[in-house]
């Protein structure tokens, strides 16, 4: 079965930085796109980042570009987000969410994020 | 590509026929999928390419439409069903979701 599982979620004062880890059972990174998705407390979702199974291309939602990276660990069949400069706007759960031709066709169960002082 | 949904809400009973429209602000040809969300739950997807129901989706959802206007139906809600639903378009970057139409009990 496939099987997604984020961790790494917390509290973190704004300007800190965090890292997501989303592990991935059940298929292989090097065989599907991921992307990452969150949502804001009572609030809809947002598509943020998405990397190609070839490793590139790589994509960013603007409200990311450049303080968020997306990356994985082929032999630990990882996907991660390191968040930088990290807003009080960025907090959310964030999901990792297999990538099947456009759609999000698996999606873990959630990390929540909250940016505070 | 900017998504918009209609209705923001709908209140409905067992049983009901409901049907939620999504709207592209560009043509996305049949590249839409549909999503259902539970409260504290992650979203599920239930149908993609605009109409392809997902495995192990229930045959009472279905979906129709291609360039800017889609629809969702679900034939006959079950309690099950309550939750809310988000169009997203998979057509470009950056991948954007409709804001959600939440269906609840009458």
């Known amino acids: 079965d496939v099987q997604l599982v984020e961790s790494g979620g917390g509290l973190v004062p704004p300007g800190g930085s965090l890292r997501l880890s989303c592990a991935a059972s059940g298929f292989s990174l090097t065989s599907y796109s991921m992307n990452w998705v969150r949502q804001a407390p009572g609030k809809g979702l947002e598509w943020i980042s998405y990397m190609s199974h070839t490793n590139s291309p790589i994509n960013y939602a603007d409200s990311v570009m450049g303080r968020f990276t997306i990356s994985r660990d082929d032999a630990k069949n990882s996907l991660y987000l390191q968040m930088d400069s990290l807003r009080v706007e960025d907090t959310a759960v964030y999901y990792c969410?297999?990538?099947?031709?456009?759609?999000?066709?698996?999606w873990g169960q959630g990390s929540l994020v909250i940016v505070s002082s | 590509i900017h998504m918009t949904q209609s209705p923001s809400s709908v209140s409905a009973s067992v049983g009901d026929r409901v049907t939620i429209t999504c709207r592209a602000s560009?043509?996305?040809?049949?590249?839409l999928a549909w999503y259902q969300q539970k409260p504290g739950k992650a979203p599920k997807l239930l149908i993609y390419?605009?109409?392809t129901l997902q495995r192990g989706v229930p045959s009472r959802f279905s979906g129709s439409g291609s360039g800017t206007d889609f629809t969702l139906t679900i034939s006959s809600l079950q309690p099950e069903d309550f939750a809310t639903y988000y169009c997203q378009q998979a057509e470009s970057f950056p991948r954007t979701f409709g804001p959600g139409t939440k269906v609840d009990i009458k």
């Open positions: 390419a605009a109409s």
């Open positions: 560009q043509d996305i040809n049949i590249w």
């Open positions: 969410a297999r990538d099947g031709g456009g759609r999000f066709d698996s």
